[in-house]
């Protein structure tokens, strides 16, 4: 069974760090683009960044750029958000996504993704 499952969020201060982590089973995990997203009460989902299938390739939403960093671990199954400089509208429910299979130089958030996780929890607060 295809599963993807998000871990690693909590609470965190303003300006502090944490690492999400997406654990795949079920698929062969290096033919996928992988994408973070995330949504806000009471606002629209919104993309936060994506991985090519190789990790090659990255590309993130303006608001996490310089901020975030998006990688892959194809070995482990496994991509990973490192959310470093947190602000308070970070806070958000985090997913990733799934989007293959096939080989993928480049990814967007704005594609259409096959799979999705449960989703984790953020919330950034002092």
């Known amino acids: 069974q295809l599963q993807l499952v998000e871990s690693g969020g909590g609470l965190v201060q303003p300006g502090g760090s944490l690492r999400l982590s997406c654990t795949a089973s079920?698929?062969?995990?290096?033919?996928?683009?992988i994408g973070w997203f995330r949504q806000a009460p009471g606002k629209e989902r919104e993309g936060v960044g994506c991985?090519?299938?190789?990790?090659?390739?990255?590309n993130y939403a303006d608001s996490v750029k310089g901020r975030f960093t998006i990688s892959r671990d194809n070995a482990k199954n496994t991509g990973y958000l490192q959310m470093n400089s947190l602000k308070p509208e970070d806070t958000a429910v985090y997913y990733c996504?799934?989007?293959?299979?096939?080989?993928?130089?480049?990814?967007?958030?704005?594609?259409?993704?096959?799979?999705w996780g449960q989703g984790t929890q953020v919330t950034v607060s002092s």
């Open positions: 991985i090519s299938s190789s990790g090659g390739t990255t």
């Open positions: 996504a799934a989007e293959g299979p096939g080989v993928f130089r480049l990814c967007a958030v704005t594609r259409e993704y096959d799979y």
């Open positions: 079920g698929f062969t995990f290096n033919y996928y683009v």
